[in-house]
């Protein structure tokens, strides 16, 4: 089956620092990848996803994601860090094993950006 | 802004009353999904709706149900609402190729008492 780890619960970094949120990735065939981010009592907001071609992917609010094929990695990243990216991340892959292809959600990040 | 819109953003029901959560989309999207998050945990699919056709998810309890009268509109009723459903319910929409991306709406907070 499809599936994507998030191995860190939480990400701490200084507003203006890099910050790296890890995510790798398990699937037969060919990967559709994707981040969301959330903030407290709000849906999932739609932030990049790589599905061919160049391995960097540039989404929203400054983000970026790195597709590794030989590492099964899509980390996400940003090159200087905001206090107001403090939120849920959510790396996900969609299952194009099923019939439907339904969307496989990691466990999620948290990020906090120290002022 | 063509968009997901969830109403209300807030329900309050009491224990085993019915509640009907509802979501519209302006994307004219042919699939409708269902989710439902607890805790900052990931968001977990109910169901979903591809044109009229109602796939269910085998874990999703019979107490939820839903409803596609038209393209644009999608329901959720929680036909009768244990201490154990409150949640956030979130509310999506695709096209069905792969690589398409899935939108959600703000969500529905739903308190049980």
């Known amino acids: 089956a499809q599936s994507v780890a998030q191995p860190e619960d939480q990400v701490n970094v200084a507003e203006g620092n890099p910050l790296t949120v890890k995510c790798t990735y398990s699937v037969s065939g060919n990967p559709y990848l994707f981040w969301y981010v959330q903030y407290p009592n709000r849906g999932l907001q739609f932030l990049l996803k790589?599905?061919?071609?160049?391995?960097l992917v540039k989404g929203s609010y400054g983000f970026e994601a790195e597709f590794n094929k030989s590492q099964t990695s899509f980390h996400l990243k940003k090159p200087s860090a905001l206090v107001s990216d403090s939120a849920l991340y959510f790396c996900a892959v969609r299952d194009i094993n099923t019939g439907f292809q339904k969307l496989v959600f990691g466990t999620g990040t948290r990020l906090l950006v120290s002022p | 802004d063509a968009m997901v819109i969830q109403n209300p953003r807030y329900q309050v029901t009491q224990f085993g009353k019915p509640v009907t959560l509802s979501c519209s989309q302006t994307l004219n999207h042919n699939v409708m999904y269902w989710y439902q998050q607890k805790s900052s945990q990931a968001p977990k699919l109910l169901f979903h709706y591809y044109d009229k056709d109602f796939n269910n998810e085998a874990d999703t309890p019979d107490n939820f149900q839903s409803r596609r009268p038209n393209t644009s509109f999608c329901f959720l009723d929680i036909r009768s609402p244990g201490l154990g459903d409150a949640a956030m319910y979130l509310c999506?929409?695709?096209?069905?190729?792969?690589?398409?991306?899935?939108?959600f709406g703000p969500g529905t907070r739903l308190t049980v008492l």
């Open positions: 790589y599905i061919t071609g160049d391995n």
């Open positions: 999506a929409t695709s096209r069905l190729d792969p690589g398409d991306t899935q939108y």
